[in-house]
C-alpha cells in the first residue's frame, strides 16, 4: 500500500473508532424524505463534502454502489429508493468502519419501520480494485473520496467505476475542486491529501479525467464554497479558495466530436421567426431557455447570430436540455 494511502487508512480508522464531526463539513443540507429518520450518529459521521442522492437517479428499484461508507448516511438513503434485498453495496477498505456502518444501520432499522438491514449489503473492498461484476450497476457514487488519489490512481479508481456501471448507468460524484493553485508541499502533504483537501484539482481537468474514461456525458449539478486554507494555518504563501463540486458522469457512448458536459448554461433565441434550428438537432423556440452543453453552447455562438443569447455557466443542471 503506498504511503499517502496508509495515511487514509488511519485517518479514518480514527474517524471510525472516535467520530469526528470536523472532518468534513456537507455543504449540502440533509435530505428530508417521508418515513426516513437518520440517526445522530450517521449524521456525525457524514465524512462528505456535499450530496451524491438525487431522486431523479434512484428509480426502479436501481442497484447501487457506494464507495467510501463512512457512517452509513448515504447508505440508508440510497436504500430509500432501492427497497430490496442487497439492493445497495457498500464498499470500504478500512475495517472499523465498516464495522461501524453496520451498527449504524441496525440503529436504522430500529427507527426506520420500512428499512431492513439486508437491504444492504456491507464488503471490504478498494476502489482500486472492486470486487464488483462488470456492467452489474445502475448508480455508483462516492462522495469525498477521490480527491484522496494520485493522479494515476483517480484514473484508475474512475475506469472502474465505468468497468461496473451498465450501460448508461450513472456514477454520481462529490468531490473538492479549487482553481487557486496548490503548492507541491501540500500536494505531498498525505494527511491533507487523505482529508481530501490538497487533492483538490481544477474542475475542468476534474471533468477531463472522468471524460479520458469513456464517460460521455457530465452534468454539473451543484458547486459551492466549501474551505479556505490560509496563510498560517497552512503552509501557503496565498489563500486556497476551495468548492464543492456534485457531479453526475453518465456512461454514455461517447459522442465523434466529443463528450457533452453541462455546466448550467442556456441558450435564448429572441429572433422574429417562431423558431431557429442549427440543422444538428437543436431547436430554439422564442424566448424559450434551453440548457445546452458547453460544446453545443459553443457550437452555436460561433454561429455570430445577433439574436441568440449564451448565457454563463451557472454550475448547476438539473435536466431538460439537450446535446
Not at 451524491?52 to 457506494?66: A, I, S
Not at 483538490?200 to 460521455?216: C, H, N, Q, R
Request: glycine fraction near 8%; charge should be negative.
Amino acid at each position: 500500500m503506498e504511503t499517502y494511502l496508509k495515511t487514509t487508512y488511519d485517518v479514518y480508522k480514527e474517524a471510525a473508532l472516535k467520530p469526528d464531526v470536523g472532518l468534513c463539513c456537507t455543504t449540502t443540507p440533509i435530505w428530508q424524505l417521508p418515513g426516513l429518520k437518520i440517526p445522530r450518529i450517521m449524521q456525525e459521521m457524514n465524512y462528505g463534502c456535499g450530496s451524491t442522492v438525487h431522486p431523479r437517479d434512484l428509480v426502479n428499484d436501481p442497484k447501487v454502489l457506494y464507495v467510501g461508507v463512512g457512517g452509513g448516511m448515504e447508505v440508508l438513503q440510497f436504500s430509500y429508493f432501492s427497497r430490496q434485498r442487497h439492493g445497495v453495496i457498500g464498499l470500504d477498505v478500512v475495517d472499523e468502519m465498516i464495522s461501524a456502518c453496520d451498527t449504524n444501520l441496525s440503529k436504522a432499522e430500529e427507527e426506520n419501520p420500512w428499512f431492513k438491514r439486508d437491504f444492504v449489503d456491507l464488503r471490504k473492498g478498494d476502489a482500486l480494485n472492486l470486487p464488483i461484476e462488470d456492467a452489474s450497476i445502475d448508480v455508483a457514487a462516492q462522495n469525498c473520496l477521490f480527491n484522496i488519489f494520485t493522479k494515476q490512481d483517480l484514473k484508475k479508481a474512475l475506469e472502474e467505476m465505468y468497468r461496473v456501471l451498465k450501460p448508461h448507468g450513472r456514477l454520481l460524484l462529490s468531490d473538492p475542486v479549487s482553481e487557486s493553485a496548490m503548492p507541491e508541499r501540500l500536494v505531498n502533504d498525505e494527511r491533507l491529501r487523505a482529508l481530501c483537501l490538497s487533492g483538490a484539482l481544477p474542475l475542468k481537468e476534474y471533468i477531463d479525467m472522468i471524460t479520458s474514461v469513456g464517460f460521455g456525458t457530465v452534468e454539473i449539478r451543484a458547486k459551492r464554497p466549501y474551505r479556505i486554507l490560509a496563510p498560517g494555518a497552512y503552509d501557503t504563501p496565498h489563500e486556497i479558495f476551495i468548492e464543492s463540486v456534485e457531479v453526475c458522469a453518465i456512461k454514455d457512448p461517447m459522442p465523434a466530436d466529443g463528450p457533452c458536459v453541462f455546466t448550467g448554461k442556456a441558450a435564448i433565441y429572441y429572433g422574429k421567426d417562431e423558431y431557429f434550428d442549427d440543422k444538428k438537432g437543436h431547436v430554439l423556440m422564442q424566448n424559450q431557455p434551453l440548457s445546452v452543453c458547453d460544446k453545443t453552447a459553443g457550437d452555436i455562438k460561433s454561429l455570430s447570430k445577433k439574436d441568440i443569447f449564451i448565457s454563463d455557466s451557472t454550475f448547476f443542471y438539473d435536466g431538460g436540455g439537450c446535446c
